[in-house]
């Protein structure tokens, strides 16, 4: 399975080996601390302490492995090792180190600090935001902290909050472009683009190729200026740059020259960025794989499976899903426009408890779907609605945007038995494209080769026509180019579908206020338009996608 949320910011929040606010050299009883350290461990933890910031990492490790040997739990020696392994990306062990550490030093706000990052870092968005604010109660001048707080806000879609944690973040560091980038793509979601503009202006003008600004402009201006287009132009053929920087640097180069009517170089360099890309990035998708797993899926459903003995469990719940930039953040903007939805984005929650209770049965998913008891399945869905309440505080029902959850459609019908499926297509050379020329996170590594593209929206729409034969009265098939044709319509089946009666601020979806993750989080500002069709500037350049459709059959549009 693949995750297919844009391509996010990389938390780059520096961070130091000294001891600030160590507090006294006093652990749990019987805990060596640095106070008793013989002369070859504290040369030790200053050899690492060194290796770290030479960015040796790997032999920062292994020193602080030995301290740790001769001093069991050192807390200034499981701190830097945090450090270490927040530096090398491995977070779990970072997340690991920092709690152990809390327990000696619960008043440091470094500490709650970089335990927050971590967090983030690894989807625990509730615990970071708590170790944030603790730290602000702590430090409240912690420029740092307010920024690892406006970051977690950020990402639970809590957009006012973030906003004046990242403002105040700038007003103690005003330096911080990491802050102000975060603050820009805040903005941005909760369709102030003005504002979103302006803050990556602000990053450009003390960072002139920074990559992340230049690609958040690309997401939210109508149109690149003419020095605009010089500037990237000029950035993308450096050759000192990362490589993260240099394809985000040509996916916003690509799209200026679209905006300028040259798509012949854009497609081109849009080919250069997604092959950057791929070769700076782990791919862990492949068509084999995928085919066989969307097989075993229709193999094992096709049979009768157990469900929650509740037939009303799950009413709440409206799950979207389909592929990238195939329509579904309008759809949630326009369910979430609705007096009684709450949208709640991207949200992981589905796939998170599915992949909790394969590796608690130890089999891979959907083999043991088989042996699942219909109490198994109360189980999950009791689950699934507890880690999504905060979605129904104000509101009774809320939308799961989750677009993996196209592969686990009848699994939650199995948890969730009242639950609403959307399935959101597009036309699919549109939607390919459109895939194409954006910047996905490496985990939707199908994205930067136009066959893989096609392979993917086979399997996509091979699996949610099974869905819709097997489950005909829970799952809705909705066409993007239908609900452009006439969208009151197309809205009014879209409710009554969900239970909920026509409310006429679906149709004004695009004045909701409301926090927006993805990269429609402009155009879902903008009433409904009929000009985003792209593929006809491209001809035949994409012969051989629509072949590659044809081949894997899908219909034409």
Request: proline letters at 6%; glycine letters at 6%.
């Amino acid at each position: 399975m693949v995750c297919s949320l844009q391509c996010e910011p990389q938390i780059k929040q520096s961070v130091h080996c000294d001891d600030v606010n160590s507090g006294a050299e006093i652990g749990p009883p019987g805990q060596v601390t640095g106070a008793s350290f013989p002369p070859v461990t504290t040369r030790l933890l200053a050899r690492a302490r060194s290796e770290w910031e030479e960015r040796r990492f790997e032999d920062a490790e292994r020193s602080l492995a030995s301290v740790l040997d001769l001093a069991p739990g050192d807390p200034k020696a499981m701190r830097m090792l945090g450090m270490v392994a927040r530096s090398r990306g491995d977070y779990v062990k970072a997340v690991e180190c920092f709690r152990r550490v809390l327990t000696v030093w619960p008043a440091d706000p470094f500490l709650h600090t970089e335990f927050g990052f971590s967090l983030v870092s690894i989807g625990e968005l509730d615990e970071a935001a708590r170790h944030f604010r603790h730290a602000c109660s702590l430090a409240p001048d912690s420029a740092p902290a307010w920024f690892g707080l406006g970051e977690a806000l950020w990402r639970q879609a809590r957009g006012d909050q973030a906003i004046a944690a990242l403002q105040r973040a700038l007003v103690l560091d005003p330096s911080n472009c990491e802050a102000r980038l975060t603050l820009a793509r805040a903005q941005a979601g909760l369709g102030r683009i003005e504002a979103a503009i302006a803050e990556f202006r602000e990053v450009l003008r003390c960072d002139p190729v920074n990559a992340d600004a230049w690609y958040g402009l690309s997401m939210n201006l109508a149109g690149f200026e003419a020095a605009d287009v010089a500037c990237l132009e000029q950035a993308f053929t450096r050759a000192d740059l990362p490589p993260r920087a240099h394809y985000l640097l040509g996916f916003a180069f690509a799209k200026a020259l679209e905006d300028r009517g040259d798509y012949a170089r854009a497609f081109e360099v849009f080919g250069l960025a997604n092959a950057a890309q791929r070769a700076s990035i782990e791919v862990t998708w492949g068509v084999a794989e995928e085919h066989r797993f969307v097989d075993s899926i229709q193999g094992i459903f096709a049979n009768d499976v157990s469900k929650a003995p509740d037939a009303d469990s799950g009413k709440e719940a409206i799950l979207i899903v389909g592929i990238p930039r195939s329509g579904s953040t309008l759809v949630e903007q326009i369910l979430a426009s609705h007096p009684a939805v709450e949208g709640a984005n991207e949200i992981k929650d589905m796939p998170a408890i599915l992949a909790t209770e394969t590796h608690r049965r130890g089999s891979e998913f959907p083999l043991w779907v088989p042996d699942a008891t219909a109490l198994d399945w109360q189980r999950l869905g009791q689950e699934y609605l507890a880690r999504t309440a905060r979605w129904r505080r104000h509101k009774p029902s809320f939308t799961d945007k989750n677009l993996m959850n196209w592969h686990l459609v009848g699994a939650a019908l199995a948890m969730l038995p009242a639950a609403h499926v959307i399935i959101v297509r597009r036309d699919p050379v549109e939607t390919c494209l459109a895939c194409w020329r954006h910047c996905f996170t490496e985990d939707a590594g199908f994205s930067c080769n136009l066959d893989d593209v096609a392979d993917y929206y086979g399997e996509f729409w091979r699996l949610t026509r099974f869905w819709l034969q097997k489950y005909p009265a829970h799952v809705f098939d909705l066409q993007y180019e239908a609900l452009l044709a006439d969208p009151e319509h197309v809205i009014r089946r879209v409710l009554d579908f969900c239970g909920l009666p026509f409310d006429p601020a679906c149709l004004a979806f695009h004045r909701t206020k409301r926090s927006v993750l993805t990269p429609s989080a402009a155009q879902v500002r903008r009433p409904l338009r009929h000009d985003t069709a792209r593929s006809g500037h491209y001809g035949y350049r994409l012969d051989r996608l629509r072949q590659r459709l044809r081949d894997a059959g899908v219909p034409a549009a």
